[in-house]
């Protein structure tokens, strides 16, 4: 790209940044608007903190009473060196019975409460109302039924006939929903109203590093079916991805699919690339080669992430003395997903293409670099993740762009590993909100990494 060219498209992506921020004026003065404020502030000064309290979340399904919250939420406040004051007070009234009970349903309020800011509802049926509100606000959604790898051939039953149950249930009451054309169809046809986003480690106990093939075979047995389902009645799959020791597995068991004459001409189908991989322009490569000999109808989609999984990949990394697979520098990951994002895009119509981001520049990157190749705004899709991107999510739908929201549904102890890693990705001191949170200029925003 040509120097020219270059500064062209920086002024561009300044340019739409700033219409996007000043459509939400009131998350550019509050942005963690979504959080328990103070909590999420002392969690992102100090690493130890935050470790403390997101092991307070991941166990608090498993205690049985306030005493026994407070009796957890104290034992692991204990082990910080140093303590903010609000800390110390609490840790003060949790050594009497009434302070303890006291301690324990601040504790379960607080994590409920957040629970509720990201998990729509318990179930597709009990969620209706939200992703009905959320179409009629020119916001798509995207349902992520929660429930993290299995351990037995009944639990992966179990999971599958949920995902069966969720197509078939939001593809009929989508149905009735308004007509809505900037998120039903793009240049190459329509796009299904109900879509369904599918975790392949939840179809199977078997999915090993050691054995992928055994695990891809059982897998197979139960994400066939559901493919089958959401042709039947017109609902997009997305098949999400997890830690890398699984990717390679799921990403052959997808392409293998699909490239079956059954599958050729639908469901509707995606899956996902993870930018904070430094091997995912290679993974990039091997997508586009297929989708290219294979033109399938509709087109693959590509759900571009920076990822997830940051903390479990780069401890494992360490403890077995391999090179870390991530980026460990933001800026570098910032980097490879805007060229991946360039990439993408000019490989439509021969795949859809969906940036998954709450950083305000990668957003206006995409637009900008969509516009230029000469698509219409409807060729791209912007999404969010639901209890932390909401704000964007309405600013990008006030300016007539598509986007998604990925919602998850589930019951808090299947939700505690979503919400960790939610709560490890949002408050990290180098994230987009704190630097927003901050007061950080929005030009430093648009910043090119």
């Given at each position: ?306 990822g997830a999984y940051w903390d479990h990949e780069l401890v494992q990394a360490r403890q077995h003395g391999w090179p870390a697979p991530v980026f460990e520098v933001k800026a570098e990951c910032d980097r490879n997903f805007e060229s991946l994002t360039r ?107």
């Amino acid at each position: 790209m040509v120097a020219g060219s270059v500064d062209g498209l920086e002024a561009d992506i300044r340019r739409i940044g700033a219409e996007l921020a000043a459509a939400f004026p009131s998350a550019a003065r509050h942005p963690l608007k979504t959080f328990d404020a103070r909590a999420m502030d002392l969690a992102a000064s100090d690493r130890e903190l935050r470790a403390a309290l997101f092991r307070f979340v991941d166990v608090t399904p498993a205690c049985r009473s306030l005493d026994d919250l407070a009796r957890h939420l104290g034992s692991f406040l204990e082990e910080l060196p140093e303590r903010p004051a609000p800390i110390a007070a609490a840790m003060r009234v949790a050594h009497t019975r009434a302070g303890r009970a006291a301690l324990g349903a601040a504790a379960a309020a607080g994590v409920k409460h957040m629970a509720h800011r990201f998990i729509v509802a318990e179930s597709p049926r009990e969620a209706l109302p939200a992703l009905r509100a959320l179409w009629e606000g020119g916001v798509a959604s995207s349902v992520d039924l929660l429930g993290e790898a299995t351990v037995t051939e009944l639990e992966a039953d179990r999971y599958a006939r949920r995902c069966d149950d969720a197509l078939r249930e939001l593809a009929t009451a989508a149905r009735r929903w308004p007509s809505r054309p900037a998120l039903e169809a793009d240049s190459v046809g329509p796009i299904p109203r109900a879509n369904v986003s599918v975790k392949v480690s939840a179809l199977t106990p078997l999915l090993k590093p050691d054995a992928p093939e055994l695990g891809r075979r059982d897998a197979e047995q139960r994400l066939r079916p559901l493919l089958r389902v959401a042709r039947e009645h017109d609902a997009h799959v997305h098949i999400d991805m997890e830690s890398l020791d699984s990717r390679e597995a799921v990403l052959e068991l997808v392409l293998e699919l699909l490239s079956e004459p059954e599958f050729a001409s639908g469901p509707s189908a995606g899956l996902v690339l993870q930018a904070y991989l430094r091997d995912s322009p290679e993974q990039l490569n091997t997508i586009l080669a297929w989708a290219q000999s294979r033109r399938r109808t509709p087109p693959l989609q590509i759900r571009l992430v920076k990822g997830a999984y940051w903390d479990h990949e780069l401890v494992q990394a360490r403890q077995h003395g391999w090179p870390a697979p991530v980026f460990e520098v933001k800026a570098e990951c910032d980097r490879n997903f805007e060229s991946l994002t360039r990439r993408l895009i000019d490989a439509r119509p021969d795949v859809r293409v969906a940036i998954a981001s709450h950083n305000l520049r990668s957003v206006a990157h995409a637009i900008a670099v969509s516009r230029r190749s000469g698509g219409p705004d409807h060729d791209l899709e912007l999404q969010v993740l639901r209890g932390l991107g909401d704000e964007l999510q309405h600013a990008l739908a006030r300016q007539g762009l598509r986007v998604r929201a990925y919602c998850p549904i589930g019951d808090l102890v299947s939700g505690m590993a979503y919400l960790v890693r939610r709560l490890l990705e949002n408050t990290s001191n180098e994230s987009f909100l704190h630097e927003q949170a901050r007061g950080t200029p929005l030009e430093r925003l648009l910043e090119a990494p």
